[in-house]
């Protein structure tokens, strides 16, 4: 750690001396390298460093954060005095105090395992790769083509330090490789169609060979290619409609993730990211869902993009079960949200980097998967549609009417995949969605995502995912 | 900016300049203070003083890119000397173009508002203004943000350019709570205006209090009022296609057009105003050195120009306009000109519409078509024969920019500062209506 603990403890116990309830100082670092691409021809290499320390304080029942990319004492003395200065200067205007849940101190240092150092797979591999993606993916495509695939190709090293008044110490250091294709693909006839698709995870460069970039992008462009030259609009009848585990996990994301975060919960985000249909007195009472509908954010899970093991204020994570078996169960919490509910954080505060105050975020969130194949899952669907991938998608500030546009779907005929279908549209509430699971099948997958959230704006870095789902039968739309 | 950090600054230059055959440090000095109000009181009150060093590094036509946010000056000089030993192991760059020769400096001037030091200590005095200006209008809560800036920047490139420009920003934005209602209204500046922080407010509650019925709403075409939020939030993503690269990439639906091809309805212009000192995004000159100016990107319809830096100027033989980002080009304000009609007579004109207050998650399906939606949020009204006859909760506008902008109608002659979490480049805009315009909410 670039950062002597005792550094961080000076500052906290300074913070402590002049009349703070709670200090909590966190370095961060945030180290980037990678390369943007267009075709077979490089943009940029770039490098980014972000590091410094966040201090945040609670003073007069009121929270303060300042930061500084300074590491030195007399910088961080001062910066923690301002954080106290910011706290008292609107305490005035809090009727009710803010107070954190009562938590065990941890204490702790973890890492993730590279068994092939992240930082050695270097700009000359990194744009190895990118050549091959483009060469690899303009040769799958026979009918159209494909006029634009530009990548994104980084590694992001985190480390981070987080000390406060109550004693926690952690240590973390996770490593996170990024790769990011987006393509246009182009026919005379049939117009144009576009992807994103990423690969992320934490973990080391052998992370590579097994994700197999060149082979998945090439692959995908193939199968786009047939949507876009040979995909039929969806019938305007009511049909069987079945998702692909990219777009479940983005609704699990969207709508069980984003109205279980207390904080939308209780109105914090209300003029930016917006509240939630979740009231608290729904919390363990509320049936949102059927059996299948079990949502889970889990931190923990090994080479996961979302992956920690202790939150930025010191507690230890832990899987979530946000809805269990149809019943809103179990929002996120850090210990300010933990405090107002009566119970304990379950370690969800993170921030984006040393500037960020810590607030309560997903990490990798999922549906649960079933024991069935996928064609058990669909065998008994005489009309339907598979959805597997999507571009265009939202959802409203209280998580409830939602969209998805997809990309690559097919037919669903008397019980087996048919011709591909473009541009299908997927409009419904959250109720509708989790009470009309049908079954789930067991091929749990994940895709990764960056999730914007906070003022300012904080992206951190997320796993969404499930299995295969068929839902009942609802009325598929087509872009006008 | 110290004087020490100054110093730092020419020794990169002068010391990388041995091994590079370009390099620019664009030093930026930022403070900012933010309250946030959650439930009508402070949630947390922030303070942030950063250094960031943005590193330009050319060799034998490769481009590298270096952001550090540290003072660690010299690791960020050794990193660059690292670099250039692999120089010739990476390509040359697609879309690389040498620095723009020596200019002569010119800061924007009337830019920087003095009171911000005094209210970054005193924030308390904003919050409570704003709080207080929106509760009284009625509403239960409010929600919202007050954010002070000072910025001081440095470009210094090895082709003799230096510059400096120091300038504020002042960012309110409000969402007021009433039943099942709410409102939101937002205002961007260079300078602190009371005024503005009270009109938020009272627009905020306004909206939130508009009417008490929720009526019925069946999808559909319609032709919709989009407040300057609305607007600002959808010439943000206009503004960003426009960007030259983005268009070299296939990201962009201005790929499909040439400058001079009529795109948009006549009534419709949309200017990038880096020189407009009333909105935060003014700035004098781009990261290359080259002086801003007011540009139409489309003026009466007709698409006018893309935004460049040097290098996507050279690439689509133009010349730049002064608004580079070293990589993508990037508008610094967004002005639309208003029209002549009032905003009351705007509803008043309506028969069968939507009006639209404000609105977020805006998504594309593909950006070469321009293929979108976006949620509206806060108070949705149908109007009829010219009466707001009740809101209709959440719906979507989902159709592709080239409709929104052939479609547009009529724009009142009043214009709003537009800049929160949704606007994110300063928009000057009118209230705007757009016929034809598919909106769509789920049927189960």
């Known amino acids: 750690m670039q950062v002597d603990p005792g550094l961080l403890r000076r500052v906290v116990d300074r913070g402590r001396e002049l009349g703070a309830q709670y200090v909590e100082a966190r370095f961060q670092d945030d180290y980037v390298v990678g390369i943007g691409t267009r075709n077979d021809r490089v943009i940029a290499v770039y490098n980014n460093r972000s590091s410094g320390v966040g201090i945040r304080v609670l003073v007069n029942g009121a929270l303060g954060f300042a930061s500084t990319n300074s590491t030195s004492l007399s910088d961080l003395l001062e910066t923690v005095e301002y954080a106290i200065s910011q706290a008292k200067a609107t305490s005035s205007l809090r009727k009710k105090p803010i107070e954190f849940s009562e938590e065990e101190v941890s204490k702790g240092k973890y890492g993730v395992e590279e068994k092939e150092r992240l930082l050695d797979f270097g700009v000359e591999e990194m744009i190895k790769l990118a050549m091959e993606i483009y060469s690899a993916s303009k040769s799958s495509v026979k009918e159209a083509k494909l006029p634009f695939l530009s990548t994104d190709i980084r590694v992001h090293i985190q480390e981070k330090l987080v000390v406060t008044s109550e004693g926690a110490q952690i240590e973390a250091r996770v490593p996170r490789l990024y790769v990011n294709a987006f393509s246009v693909l182009m026919h005379l006839e049939k117009g144009t169609l576009q992807r994103s698709r990423w690969l992320a995870g934490s973990g080391g460069a052998e992370l590579i060979k097994k994700w197999d970039p060149v082979k998945v992008f090439s692959e995908e462009q193939a199968r786009l290619e047939k949507v876009l030259v040979s995909g039929v609009a969806p019938p305007s009848e009511s049909i069987w409609v079945v998702l692909g585990p990219e777009v479940v996990g983005l609704i699990a994301h969207e709508s069980a993730g984003h109205p279980m975060e207390a904080d939308r919960i209780l109105g914090r985000e209300a003029s930016q990211a917006g509240e939630s249909y979740v009231k608290p007195e729904f919390i363990g009472k509320y049936k949102i869902g059927n059996k299948y509908a079990t949502v889970i954010d889990d931190p923990t899970i090994p080479n996961s993009y979302g992956f920690f093991l202790y939150d930025d204020e010191g507690v230890k994570a832990r899987p979530r079960y946000l809805y269990n078996e149809g019943v809103i169960y179990e929002p996120l919490h850090n210990r300010h949200t933990a405090k107002i509910f009566n119970t304990k954080s379950n370690g969800a505060a993170r921030s984006m980097d040393y500037t960020s105050e810590p607030i309560i975020r997903m990490s990798n969130t999922y549906l649960a998967p079933g024991n069935i194949s996928f064609e058990e899952l669909i065998e008994d669907i005489d009309l339907g549609i598979y959805v597997k991938s999507y571009m265009e998608w939202n959802i409203d500030d209280v998580r409830w009417n939602q969209r998805y546009v997809g990309l690559e779907a097919y037919m669903v005929r008397k019980g087996e995949l048919a011709e591909p279908v473009r541009n299908p549209v997927l409009e419904f509430t959250t109720g509708w969605f989790y009470s009309n699971i049908l079954g789930v099948d067991k091929n749990l997958e994940f895709y990764p995502g960056t999730c914007g959230k906070g003022e300012p704006s904080q992206g951190v870095p997320v796993w969404f995912g499930g299995p295969n789902v068929k839902l009942s039968k609802m009325r598929v739309g087509v872009l006008a | ?444």
């Open chain 2, 1 to 444: 900016m110290s004087g020490n950090i100054l110093d730092s600054i020419h020794e990169i230059v002068k010391k990388l300049s041995r091994s590079f055959d370009e390099v620019a440090v664009h030093a930026i000095a930022k403070k900012d203070t933010m309250v946030k109000i959650w439930n009508s009181e402070p949630s947390i009150t922030q303070l942030w003083r950063e250094i960031e060093l943005h590193l330009r590094l050319a060799k034998s036509n490769r481009l590298w890119v270096l952001i550090y946010k540290t003072h660690e000056l010299g690791e960020l000089v050794k990193r660059a000397e690292e670099i250039v030993k692999t120089a010739n192991k990476i390509s040359e760059a697609e879309f690389y173009a040498p620095l723009p020769d020596y200019a002569a400096c010119k800061p924007l001037s009337g830019v920087f508002d003095q009171n911000v030091e005094y209210y970054m200590k005193n924030p308390d005095n904003l919050a409570n203004s704003l709080i207080t200006e929106t509760l009284s209008t009625g509403v239960e809560r409010v929600s919202g943000t007050i954010r002070l800036s000072q910025l001081n920047r440095l470009l210094v490139t090895s082709k003799g350019y230096e510059c400096r420009e120091a300038k504020t920003a002042f960012e309110v934005y409000a969402r007021a709570f009433k039943g099942d209602l709410t409102g939101h209204w937002a205002h961007g500046s260079t300078h602190i205006s009371h005024d503005a922080i009270r009109e938020v407010g009272r627009k905020a509650g306004l909206y939130a209090t508009i009417t008490k019925n929720k009526v019925d709403f069946t999808p559909g075409e319609y032709t919709v009022l989009l407040s300057p939020l609305v607007i600002g939030n959808l010439v943000n993503y206009v503004a960003n296609m426009a960007s030259a690269l983005p268009v070299l990439m296939g990201f962009s639906m201005f790929a499909k057009y040439k400058p001079g091809e009529k795109i948009a309805a006549e009534s419709i212009s949309i200017y990038d105003a880096p020189r407009d000192t009333t909105l935060p995004g003014a700035v004098g000159f781009d990261e290359e050195g080259v002086e801003t100016y007011n540009k139409p990107i489309i003026e009466k319809g007709v698409l006018i120009t893309l935004l460049h830096n040097t290098a996507t100027a050279i690439k689509m033989n133009t010349r730049s306009t002064g608004n580079a980002g070293w990589i993508t080009p990037r508008s610094w304000n967004l002005d639309i000109p208003g029209g002549s009609v009032k905003y009351e007579d705007l509803i008043r004109d309506l028969r069968e519409g939507v009006f639209i207050t404000n609105n977020w998650y805006t998504r594309l399906h593909n950006y070469y078509e321009g293929i979108f939606s976006t949620v509206s949020r806060d108070a949705t009204l149908l109007v009829r024969n010219g009466d707001i006859v009740g809101h209709i909760g959440r719906v979507r506008i989902a159709s592709t920019f080239e409709r929104l902008l052939k479609n547009v109608q009529e724009l009142s002659g009043e214009k709003f500062s537009v800049w929160w979490w949704e606007v994110r480049v300063p928009v000057k805009a009118p209230y705007i209506t757009v016929s034809n315009l598919q909106l769509t909410k789920p049927e189960v």
